[in-house]
C-alpha cells in the first residue's frame, strides 16, 4: 500500500495550530471532514475513539512522531490527515520528547489487514531518518504531497 493511496491531500495541514495532544487529534479530524472523507456527524465519535486510544496506550512514538488511530464501520478504506507541528505536542512518546509529525489513521472494522496495511506503510516511512526530517520541514501541502510521491517512490533514502 502505497502513502498516496491512504493520505487526503485536502487533510494535510503543514502548519498545525494545536499545542496539545485532544486539540491535535481534532485538528486532523477538522481537516478529513473539511476533505469531505469524514462526516460531520461522525466527527466527535472519532474524537472520543482515538482519544480513549491513546489514553490506554500512546501511539507518540520515537523521533517525535505519532500515530494517532480508530477503526470504524463507517470506514470503507483506510485514510489518513497528516499534521506538522511546529512547536511541538507532547504525545506522551516512548522517548518522552515532543512529536512533531502526526499522521492520524481511520480504517475500516471489518478490514482489519487493511488497517495492518495501511498502519505498516505509514511507519515503514516514519522510521526513515530522512522521511521524518522532510516532513518535519514542510511548509507547505506540495511540500508534503512532493515527499510522499517521492517515499512511495522508493526516493527517500534511510
Same mark, same amino acid.
Given at each position: ?11 494535510? !495541514? ?6 496539545? /495532544? ?5 485538528? =486532523? ?24 486510544? $491513546? ?30 507541528? /511546529? ?6 512518546? =516512548? ?10 489513521? =481511520? ?6 489487514? =487493511?488497517?495492518? $496495511? ?14 521524518? /526530517?522532510?516532513? /518535519? ?6 511540500? !508534503? ?14
Amino acid at each position: 500500500m502505497k502513502l498516496r493511496d491512504i493520505v487526503v491531500e485536502k487533510a494535510i !495541514v503543514p502548519n498545525m495550530v494545536a499545542l496539545k /495532544r485532544d486539540d491535535a487529534i481534532r485538528e =486532523l479530524l477538522d481537516a478529513l471532514v473539511a476533505s469531505g472523507k469524514v462526516s460531520e456527524d461522525l466527527r466527535d465519535g472519532f474524537v472520543k475513539a482515538i482519544i480513549a486510544r $491513546e489514553n490506554k496506550g500512546s501511539t507518540g512514538l520515537n523521533h517525535g512522531v505519532a500515530i494517532p488511530h480508530t477503526k470504524s464501520a463507517s470506514i470503507k478504506s483506510p485514510m489518513a490527515a497528516i499534521g506538522v507541528s /511546529r512547536a511541538g505536542i507532547d504525545f506522551n512518546a =516512548l522517548d518522552k520528547q515532543p512529536v512533531y509529525s502526526i499522521v492520524l489513521m =481511520l480504517s475500516p472494522e471489518a478490514k482489519p489487514e =487493511l488497517h495492518l $496495511e495501511a498502519i505498516q506503510a505509514v511507519f515503514s516511512h516514519l522510521s526513515k531518518d530522512q522521511f521524518r /526530517r522532510f516532513l /518535519r520541514q514542510a511548509t507547505t501541502v506540495k511540500d !508534503v504531497v512532493t515527499l510522499l510521491d517521492e517515499a512511495d517512490a522508493g526516493q527517500v533514502a534511510r
